[in-house]
């Protein structure tokens, strides 16, 4: 178990509405991170977190928000959802000693209309 | 800047043959972190490969072996008799500040 979880695992939107994705861990760890997956790209970082209230921004964070009021809990949220935030979102944790590499969840595949 | 790039978008091979995948990387850093990540068809990303900046020793895991060379800044992927199981997105990652920075990724597909 990577005690990482995201939800929902797939989401259908319309344009303009808002969108609230969830990344949950169960070990406490203080980096957390929100990454988005399109072809050609890889994975970009949107937002990140080093801890409670601490966050800044990633390379693409245009129309992103992001909340972390509890460790266990990193919030992303699209403020007006667009047809170019159609993405595989995913949510990563770092975890001590790992020298640096990530666990991520099992991604968020969203699709606006 | 921090950058990854895997120049092979897709590679088609044929179960058994050799293959491998390729990435270069750029950065100032002097000490770095290298990563392969696995992305299956199921769509988790499964880590594969940590290497440090200070160990150029290659490394073998099965069928798996990593080439890591600073000279060259590339740290290359290669799978053994490959199987169809191997089939998937294979990222080749830096770590760098504030993030991991990953390649495009290679599709990789092996045909029974």
């Known amino acids: 178990d990577a005690g990482i979880t995201q939800s929902p695992r797939h989401k259908v939107t319309e344009t303009g509405t808002p969108v609230t994705l969830r990344c949950h861990q169960t070990?406490?760890?203080?980096?957390m991170y929100w990454y988005r997956q399109d072809p050609g790209h890889g994975l970009r970082l949107i937002h990140y977190?080093?801890?409670?209230?601490?966050?800044d921004k990633g390379e693409v964070s245009d129309g992103y928000s992001v909340s972390r009021s509890k460790t266990e809990d990193f919030l992303l949220t699209l403020e007006s959802a667009t047809s170019s935030q159609t993405s595989v979102y995913f949510c990563?944790?770092?975890?001590?000693?790992?020298?640096?590499?990530?666990?991520f969840g099992s991604g968020t595949r969203l699709t606006v209309v | 800047a921090q950058k990854v790039t895997q120049a092979q978008t897709e590679i088609s091979v044929v179960e058994k043959e050799d293959v491998t995948l390729d990435c270069v990387y750029e950065?100032?850093?002097?000490?770095?972190?290298l990563f392969w990540y696995k992305q299956p068809p199921s769509g988790e990303l499964v880590f594969l490969i940590r290497?440090?900046?200070?160990?150029?020793q290659n490394e073998i895991s099965g069928r798996y072996s990593w080439n890591f060379q600073k000279s060259t800044s590339s740290f290359n992927f290669t799978i053994t008799a490959s199987q169809v199981v191997d089939s998937a997105v294979y990222f080749c990652?830096?770590?760098?500040?504030?993030?991991?920075?990953f390649g495009a990724g290679t599709r990789l597909t092996v045909k029974p």
């Open positions: 990563a944790i770092r975890k001590p000693g790992q020298n640096y590499g990530y666990t």
């Open positions: 070990e406490n760890h203080r980096y």
């Open positions: 977190s080093y801890g409670v209230k601490d966050t």
């Open positions: 950065t100032r850093d002097t000490t770095y972190y």
């Open positions: 290497r440090n900046s200070f160990d150029e």
């Open positions: 990652a830096l770590k760098g500040y504030p993030d991991m920075r």
